[in-house]
Protein backbone atom coordinates (compact mmCIF):
# COMPACT_ATOMS: atom_id res chain seq x y z
CA UNK A 1 0.00 0.00 0.00
CA UNK A 2 1.11 3.33 -0.39
CA UNK A 3 1.87 5.22 2.73
CA UNK A 4 3.45 9.06 1.61
CA UNK A 5 0.86 11.00 2.06
CA UNK A 6 1.56 14.76 1.83
CA UNK A 7 -1.05 17.68 1.81
CA UNK A 8 -2.75 17.74 -1.82
CA UNK A 9 -2.44 20.87 -3.73
CA UNK A 10 -6.05 22.50 -3.31
CA UNK A 11 -8.84 20.62 -3.93
CA UNK A 12 -6.93 17.74 -5.22
CA UNK A 13 -7.44 14.53 -3.01
CA UNK A 14 -4.81 12.04 -2.50
CA UNK A 15 -5.88 7.95 -1.89
CA UNK A 16 -3.62 5.17 -1.00
CA UNK A 17 -3.99 2.67 -3.68
CA UNK A 18 -1.84 -0.58 -4.17
CA UNK A 19 0.64 0.05 -6.91
CA UNK A 20 1.27 -2.73 -9.45
CA UNK A 21 4.23 -4.58 -8.86
CA UNK A 22 5.22 -6.90 -11.45
CA UNK A 23 8.21 -9.83 -11.02
CA UNK A 24 10.15 -10.36 -14.32
CA UNK A 25 11.61 -13.35 -12.66
CA UNK A 26 8.37 -14.87 -13.24
CA UNK A 27 8.09 -15.43 -16.81
CA UNK A 28 5.09 -16.86 -18.89
CA UNK A 29 2.50 -15.72 -20.34
CA UNK A 30 0.87 -14.81 -16.80
CA UNK A 31 3.52 -11.90 -16.60
CA UNK A 32 2.81 -11.07 -19.81
CA UNK A 33 -1.37 -10.25 -19.05
CA UNK A 34 -0.27 -8.63 -15.43
CA UNK A 35 1.75 -5.92 -17.64
CA UNK A 36 -1.18 -5.93 -19.82
CA UNK A 37 -3.49 -5.38 -17.04
CA UNK A 38 -1.53 -2.46 -15.40
CA UNK A 39 -1.05 -0.96 -18.73
CA UNK A 40 -4.74 -0.90 -19.01
CA UNK A 41 -6.10 0.35 -15.91
CA UNK A 42 -3.20 2.62 -14.56
CA UNK A 43 -0.95 3.02 -17.11
CA UNK A 44 1.63 2.36 -14.90
CA UNK A 45 3.44 -0.11 -12.89
CA UNK A 46 6.84 -1.25 -10.81
CA UNK A 47 8.76 -4.18 -11.84
CA UNK A 48 11.54 -6.12 -9.70
CA UNK A 49 14.01 -8.86 -10.46
CA UNK A 50 14.23 -6.72 -13.69
CA UNK A 51 18.15 -7.80 -14.46
CA UNK A 52 19.59 -4.30 -14.54
CA UNK A 53 22.89 -4.79 -12.58
CA UNK A 54 23.44 -2.94 -9.46
CA UNK A 55 26.56 -1.86 -10.14
CA UNK A 56 25.57 -0.12 -13.28
CA UNK A 57 22.50 1.75 -11.34
CA UNK A 58 25.29 2.53 -8.81
CA UNK A 59 27.78 3.89 -10.74
CA UNK A 60 24.92 6.35 -12.36
CA UNK A 61 23.80 7.22 -9.12
CA UNK A 62 27.41 8.51 -7.98
CA UNK A 63 28.17 10.24 -11.40
CA UNK A 64 24.59 11.99 -10.84
CA UNK A 65 24.99 13.32 -7.57
CA UNK A 66 28.40 13.76 -8.43
CA UNK A 67 27.15 16.68 -10.94
CA UNK A 68 24.29 17.73 -8.98
CA UNK A 69 26.70 18.45 -6.42
CA UNK A 70 28.65 21.11 -7.81
CA UNK A 71 28.70 24.66 -7.61
CA UNK A 72 25.60 26.74 -9.85
CA UNK A 73 28.81 28.27 -12.20
CA UNK A 74 29.90 25.01 -12.66
CA UNK A 75 26.86 22.92 -13.42
CA UNK A 76 25.94 26.15 -15.89
CA UNK A 77 29.13 24.52 -17.90
CA UNK A 78 26.77 21.98 -19.56
CA UNK A 79 23.91 23.89 -20.59
CA UNK A 80 21.91 25.71 -21.34
CA UNK A 81 19.73 22.72 -22.46
CA UNK A 82 18.67 23.10 -26.38
CA UNK A 83 17.16 20.56 -25.70
CA UNK A 84 20.25 18.54 -24.44
CA UNK A 85 22.56 19.46 -22.03
CA UNK A 86 22.14 20.96 -18.33
CA UNK A 87 19.14 22.83 -17.32
CA UNK A 88 17.25 24.49 -14.06
CA UNK A 89 13.77 25.38 -13.73
CA UNK A 90 13.08 25.64 -17.42
CA UNK A 91 10.99 22.76 -18.65
CA UNK A 92 10.66 22.85 -22.44
CA UNK A 93 10.39 25.75 -24.68
CA UNK A 94 6.91 27.66 -23.45
CA UNK A 95 6.97 28.96 -20.32
CA UNK A 96 6.71 25.48 -17.87
CA UNK A 97 8.62 25.73 -14.33
CA UNK A 98 9.75 23.85 -11.99
CA UNK A 99 11.93 23.44 -8.85
CA UNK A 100 13.92 20.88 -10.73
CA UNK A 101 17.72 21.13 -12.06
CA UNK A 102 18.36 18.55 -15.28
CA UNK A 103 20.67 16.75 -17.57
CA UNK A 104 19.25 15.59 -20.82
CA UNK A 105 21.07 13.64 -23.09
CA UNK A 106 20.48 11.89 -26.82
CA UNK A 107 21.03 8.25 -26.24
CA UNK A 108 23.80 8.09 -29.07
CA UNK A 109 27.44 6.87 -27.14
CA UNK A 110 29.43 9.62 -29.21
CA UNK A 111 27.05 12.28 -29.02
CA UNK A 112 27.24 11.18 -24.97
CA UNK A 113 30.94 11.49 -25.09
CA UNK A 114 31.01 14.69 -26.07
CA UNK A 115 28.30 16.13 -24.09
CA UNK A 116 30.18 14.66 -21.25
CA UNK A 117 33.31 16.61 -21.64
CA UNK A 118 31.18 20.37 -20.57
CA UNK A 119 29.82 17.93 -17.40
CA UNK A 120 32.46 15.98 -15.79
CA UNK A 121 36.34 16.32 -14.48
CA UNK A 122 36.21 12.63 -15.69
CA UNK A 123 34.12 12.90 -18.75
CA UNK A 124 35.42 9.03 -19.53
CA UNK A 125 34.57 7.75 -16.44
CA UNK A 126 31.09 9.18 -16.95
CA UNK A 127 30.10 8.94 -20.45
CA UNK A 128 30.74 5.58 -19.62
CA UNK A 129 28.63 5.12 -16.84
CA UNK A 130 25.73 6.97 -18.50
CA UNK A 131 26.47 4.36 -21.71
CA UNK A 132 26.30 1.24 -19.72
CA UNK A 133 23.01 2.42 -18.07
CA UNK A 134 21.29 3.27 -21.45
CA UNK A 135 22.34 -0.22 -22.65
CA UNK A 136 20.84 -2.01 -19.77
CA UNK A 137 17.94 0.08 -19.32
CA UNK A 138 16.79 -0.22 -23.04
CA UNK A 139 17.23 -4.30 -22.91
CA UNK A 140 14.88 -3.60 -20.35
CA UNK A 141 12.21 -1.49 -21.73
CA UNK A 142 12.53 -4.04 -24.80
CA UNK A 143 12.01 -7.13 -22.88
CA UNK A 144 8.99 -5.37 -21.81
CA UNK A 145 7.68 -3.97 -24.71
CA UNK A 146 7.74 -7.57 -25.80
CA UNK A 147 5.77 -9.11 -22.96
CA UNK A 148 2.56 -6.20 -23.62
CA UNK A 149 2.61 -7.50 -27.49
CA UNK A 150 2.65 -11.01 -26.21
CA UNK A 151 -0.31 -10.62 -23.75
CA UNK A 152 -2.24 -8.41 -26.47
CA UNK A 153 -2.03 -11.24 -28.84
CA UNK A 154 0.16 -9.31 -31.57
CA UNK A 155 1.70 -11.74 -33.55
CA UNK A 156 4.82 -10.06 -33.84
CA UNK A 157 5.89 -9.31 -30.84
CA UNK A 158 8.77 -7.01 -31.38
CA UNK A 159 6.48 -4.52 -33.04
CA UNK A 160 6.77 -2.31 -30.36
CA UNK A 161 10.44 -3.18 -29.11
CA UNK A 162 11.68 -2.87 -32.72
CA UNK A 163 11.11 1.06 -32.74
CA UNK A 164 13.18 1.98 -29.79
CA UNK A 165 16.43 -0.12 -31.35
CA UNK A 166 16.31 1.21 -34.72
CA UNK A 167 19.41 2.78 -35.39
CA UNK A 168 18.01 6.43 -35.92
CA UNK A 169 16.23 5.98 -32.51
CA UNK A 170 15.07 9.12 -31.11
CA UNK A 171 15.16 7.94 -27.49
CA UNK A 172 16.51 10.12 -24.75
CA UNK A 173 17.63 9.88 -21.23
CA UNK A 174 16.71 12.57 -18.18
CA UNK A 175 18.75 13.14 -15.00
CA UNK A 176 16.51 15.39 -12.94
CA UNK A 177 17.05 16.34 -9.18
CA UNK A 178 15.05 18.24 -6.85
CA UNK A 179 16.78 20.25 -4.26
CA UNK A 180 15.85 19.77 -0.45
CA UNK A 181 13.65 21.87 1.40
CA UNK A 182 14.37 25.80 1.84
CA UNK A 183 16.47 25.10 5.29
CA UNK A 184 19.05 23.10 3.72
CA UNK A 185 19.78 25.07 0.63
CA UNK A 186 21.98 27.97 -0.46
CA UNK A 187 19.12 30.42 -1.11
CA UNK A 188 21.55 33.41 -2.00
CA UNK A 189 20.97 35.77 -4.84
CA UNK A 190 23.54 33.88 -6.68
CA UNK A 191 21.66 30.89 -5.84
CA UNK A 192 19.45 28.78 -9.07
CA UNK A 193 17.31 27.86 -5.95
CA UNK A 194 15.25 30.27 -4.33
CA UNK A 195 12.01 29.39 -2.60
CA UNK A 196 9.87 31.18 -0.22
CA UNK A 197 7.70 28.63 1.25
CA UNK A 198 7.76 25.18 2.44
CA UNK A 199 5.23 22.50 1.23
CA UNK A 200 4.49 20.83 -1.57
CA UNK A 201 6.43 22.82 -4.09
CA UNK A 202 5.96 21.63 -8.15
CA UNK A 203 9.21 19.79 -8.94
CA UNK A 204 7.86 18.77 -12.40
CA UNK A 205 4.11 19.46 -13.51
CA UNK A 206 1.39 17.05 -14.17
CA UNK A 207 1.99 15.61 -17.85
CA UNK A 208 2.31 12.57 -20.09
CA UNK A 209 5.27 11.52 -21.74
CA UNK A 210 4.78 11.39 -25.34
CA UNK A 211 6.99 8.94 -25.86
CA UNK A 212 6.69 4.94 -26.31
CA UNK A 213 7.58 3.78 -22.72
CA UNK A 214 9.27 5.48 -19.69
CA UNK A 215 11.42 3.45 -17.45
CA UNK A 216 12.35 5.71 -14.43
CA UNK A 217 14.46 4.97 -11.23
CA UNK A 218 14.50 7.25 -8.30
CA UNK A 219 16.86 7.63 -4.97
CA UNK A 220 14.78 6.15 -1.88
CA UNK A 221 12.80 9.56 -1.56
CA UNK A 222 9.40 9.97 -2.49
CA UNK A 223 7.75 12.77 -4.84
CA UNK A 224 6.15 10.71 -7.71
CA UNK A 225 2.38 10.86 -7.82
CA UNK A 226 0.50 9.16 -11.34
CA UNK A 227 -3.24 11.00 -11.74
CA UNK A 228 -6.31 8.34 -11.69
CA UNK A 229 -8.38 11.14 -13.33
CA UNK A 230 -11.15 13.44 -11.54
CA UNK A 231 -8.04 15.09 -9.07
CA UNK A 232 -7.14 11.70 -7.96
CA UNK A 233 -3.44 11.70 -7.56
CA UNK A 234 -1.78 8.42 -5.90
CA UNK A 235 1.90 9.21 -4.20
CA UNK A 236 4.04 6.20 -5.43
CA UNK A 237 6.19 4.85 -3.05
CA UNK A 238 10.31 4.62 -3.40
CA UNK A 239 11.96 1.51 -4.05
CA UNK A 240 15.50 1.11 -4.60
CA UNK A 241 15.05 -2.63 -5.83
CA UNK A 242 12.50 -1.43 -8.64
CA UNK A 243 11.94 0.47 -11.94
CA UNK A 244 8.99 2.09 -12.61
CA UNK A 245 7.27 1.98 -16.05
CA UNK A 246 4.90 4.34 -17.44
CA UNK A 247 3.25 4.01 -20.68
CA UNK A 248 3.21 6.89 -23.14
CA UNK A 249 1.38 8.28 -25.94
CA UNK A 250 2.99 6.47 -28.62
CA UNK A 251 2.16 3.36 -26.99
CA UNK A 252 -1.15 4.31 -26.37
CA UNK A 253 -1.87 5.50 -29.87
CA UNK A 254 -0.09 1.93 -30.89
CA UNK A 255 -2.48 -0.23 -28.16
CA UNK A 256 -5.56 1.67 -30.37
CA UNK A 257 -6.15 3.10 -26.88
CA UNK A 258 -6.14 -0.56 -24.84
CA UNK A 259 -3.35 0.75 -22.77
CA UNK A 260 -3.53 4.30 -20.89
CA UNK A 261 -1.03 7.28 -20.99
CA UNK A 262 -0.62 7.53 -17.16
CA UNK A 263 -0.49 11.48 -15.96
CA UNK A 264 1.91 12.03 -13.38
CA UNK A 265 4.16 14.79 -11.55
CA UNK A 266 6.93 14.87 -9.29
CA UNK A 267 6.71 17.30 -5.88
CA UNK A 268 9.66 18.60 -3.59
CA UNK A 269 8.06 17.18 -0.87
CA UNK A 270 10.84 15.61 1.60
CA UNK A 271 13.57 16.16 3.77
CA UNK A 272 15.90 15.45 1.11
CA UNK A 273 16.87 15.86 -2.37
CA UNK A 274 15.71 13.49 -5.09
CA UNK A 275 16.88 12.49 -7.95
CA UNK A 276 15.19 10.20 -10.82
CA UNK A 277 17.08 8.82 -13.68
CA UNK A 278 14.31 8.21 -16.52
CA UNK A 279 14.62 6.69 -20.29
CA UNK A 280 12.35 7.70 -22.79
CA UNK A 281 12.04 5.16 -25.29
CA UNK A 282 11.23 6.62 -28.57
CA UNK A 283 10.95 5.56 -32.36
CA UNK A 284 12.85 7.22 -35.23
CA UNK A 285 11.63 10.36 -36.69
CA UNK A 286 10.03 9.47 -39.63
CA UNK A 287 8.30 6.27 -37.99
CA UNK A 288 5.25 5.55 -38.71
CA UNK A 289 2.81 5.31 -35.91
CA UNK A 290 0.06 3.04 -36.36
CA UNK A 291 -1.79 0.13 -34.44
CA UNK A 292 -0.82 -3.41 -35.07
CA UNK A 293 -3.91 -5.20 -36.38
CA UNK A 294 -4.28 -7.66 -33.65
CA UNK A 295 -5.81 -4.59 -31.37
CA UNK A 296 -8.24 -3.20 -34.32
CA UNK A 297 -11.84 -4.74 -34.98
CA UNK A 298 -14.82 -4.04 -36.46
CA UNK A 299 -16.30 -3.19 -32.61
CA UNK A 300 -13.03 -0.99 -31.85
CA UNK A 301 -11.72 0.69 -35.59
CA UNK A 302 -8.69 2.88 -35.53
CA UNK A 303 -8.79 5.29 -32.84
CA UNK A 304 -6.15 7.77 -34.32
CA UNK A 305 -5.00 8.66 -37.84
CA UNK A 306 -1.74 7.34 -38.63
CA UNK A 307 1.29 9.92 -37.72
CA UNK A 308 4.93 10.18 -37.81
CA UNK A 309 7.08 11.06 -34.48
CA UNK A 310 8.58 13.91 -35.95
CA UNK A 311 5.23 15.10 -36.43
CA UNK A 312 3.53 14.62 -32.88
CA UNK A 313 6.96 15.91 -31.36
CA UNK A 314 6.27 18.93 -33.29
CA UNK A 315 3.21 19.05 -31.86
CA UNK A 316 4.64 18.31 -28.43
CA UNK A 317 6.83 21.05 -28.47
CA UNK A 318 4.27 23.83 -29.68
CA UNK A 319 2.45 22.95 -26.73
CA UNK A 320 2.23 23.80 -22.41
CA UNK A 321 3.59 20.48 -20.32
CA UNK A 322 0.22 20.24 -19.24
CA UNK A 323 -1.77 20.17 -22.47
CA UNK A 324 -3.53 16.54 -24.07
CA UNK A 325 -1.60 15.98 -26.91
CA UNK A 326 -2.94 12.85 -28.74
CA UNK A 327 -6.45 14.49 -29.24
CA UNK A 328 -5.19 16.24 -31.89
CA UNK A 329 -4.44 12.58 -33.97
CA UNK A 330 -7.64 10.94 -33.90
CA UNK A 331 -9.56 9.99 -36.64
CA UNK A 332 -12.71 11.24 -35.59
CA UNK A 333 -13.78 13.75 -32.81
CA UNK A 334 -16.63 11.64 -31.94
CA UNK A 335 -14.38 8.85 -30.71
CA UNK A 336 -12.98 10.56 -27.48
CA UNK A 337 -15.31 8.45 -25.14
CA UNK A 338 -14.01 5.59 -26.57
CA UNK A 339 -10.30 6.13 -24.95
Known sequence: MVVASPTPIGSEKLIAVEVPIIDLAARGPKVAELIVKASQEYGFFKVINHGVPED????????????????DSEKKKAGPAQPFGYGCKNIGFNGDMGEVEYLLFNTNPHCISQRS??????????????????????DLACEILDLMAEGLWVQNTSVFSSLITHLDSDSVFRLNHYPPPLK??????????????????IGFGEHSDPQILTILRSNDVGGLQICLGDGVWVPVPPDPTSFCVNVGDLLQAMTNGRFVSVRHRALTNSDKPRMSMAFFGAPPPHALITSPPEVVTPERPSLYRPFTWAEYKEITYSLRLGDSRLNLFKACPDKEAQE
Open 56 to 71: VIRKMEEESFNFFGKP
Open 117 to 138: ETISNDPTKFSSAVSGYIRAVT
Open 184 to 201: DRDTSPSSSFQIHHQGNN
